[in-house]
């Protein structure tokens, strides 16, 4: 964008207001989409599909990415392989525990300090 | 004795990245940014899935207020890249007048955002509350916390620092651009958190 002309830019600024436009129908549609009970999964997927939409137009037109340099695109690969490999591993991490254990969080048996129910009187006297 | 020396490459582009460095430079700190952003989205769901039960946000967050500060964001990037689109076309007044809404609505979503935080407050649910208010707090504060940032530098380019378009007007276009990617990084991630939190199915 960096030799962006004076007449592209009122054409620019066409596309802006078209994207805005976009942009809150988008929002708009994901709260309604909300109210109807969709379940679960397929709520989840109908709201990250429109998000993901609606982020990918911000990136594309207000980021300028439709129309950028290569090293720009380099920098975002590498990064979005760090974060597959971020969410990815803790993924694994997870379903290699819960395959051993219920509760992601659950600590194993013999780390568990074992408590007694009751203290035996004078326990904690001096 | 003193000679000045001319710091190159900011407003031409460098001849092996055909990019200026600001550009580059702002590009290499956004991607940390998604590191950040994209390690609390993956504890959001690390702790969901291991959860036995979750809050559906929109029965005690405030969805139409949410809804309210979705759009001021928006709008509010339509008004920074016309900003930057008014300096392309040589009319500083027109830059002026963006900005300057970019900048209210910043003082707009954090003034909304204080509603919901005192509403909450109120209601004593507090990060300590529940994992999910936990998870509200922390990734809602962190983005407000760069919404203050991203209005520190458009209060900046608005005031002081639009002297430079007097002197050098292309590079203070690149200044404006850069603060314009980091804006808009901003209003992507609030896209993304607003039906996270607000509006995604508890179980």
Known sequence: MSDTHHEDVHRHVKTYIRVFVALAVG????????????????????????????????AAFFMHLSAERKPIYWVLVLTATFVVAMVGLIMFARRDQQGRQQGIFAVPAKHVPVHHAETPEGAHKE | ?????????????????????????????????????????????????????????????????????????????????????????KNFGKYKLYMGLTFLCGVAFLVIKSFEYAAKFEHHLLPSTSTFMALYFTMTGLHGLHVIGGMIVNGYLWGP????????????????????????????????????LYLLPGK
């Open chain 1, 27 to 58: 929002t708009i549609i994901t709260v309604l989409a909300s109210n109807f009970h969709l379940g679960i999964i397929l709520g989840i997927i109908v709201a990250l599909i429109i998000a993901t939409v609606k982020g990918s137009l911000v």
């Open chain 2, 161 to 196: 620092g639009s002297k430079m378009w007097q002197t050098d007007p292309e590079r203070f276009t690149n200044r404006v651009e850069v603060a314009g990617l980091y804006w808009h990084f901003v209003d992507l991630v609030w896209i993304f958190l607003f039906p996270t």
């Open chain 2, 1 to 89: 004795m003193s000679t000045a020396i001319e710091i190159p490459y900011n407003s031409t582009e460098r001849p092996d990245t055909g990019l200026y460095n600001a550009k580059l430079g702002v590009w290499l700190f956004l991607a940390s940014e998604v590191m950040l952003f994209g390690a609390l989205f993956s504890t959001y769901v690390l702790l969901r899935t291991g959860a036995d039960t979750w809050e559906h946000g929109a029965e005690f967050l405030n969805v139409p207020l949410a809804t309210i500060n979705t759009m001021v964001l928006i709008f509010s990037s339509v008004t920074m890249v016309m900003s930057w689109a008014s300096l392309k076309m």
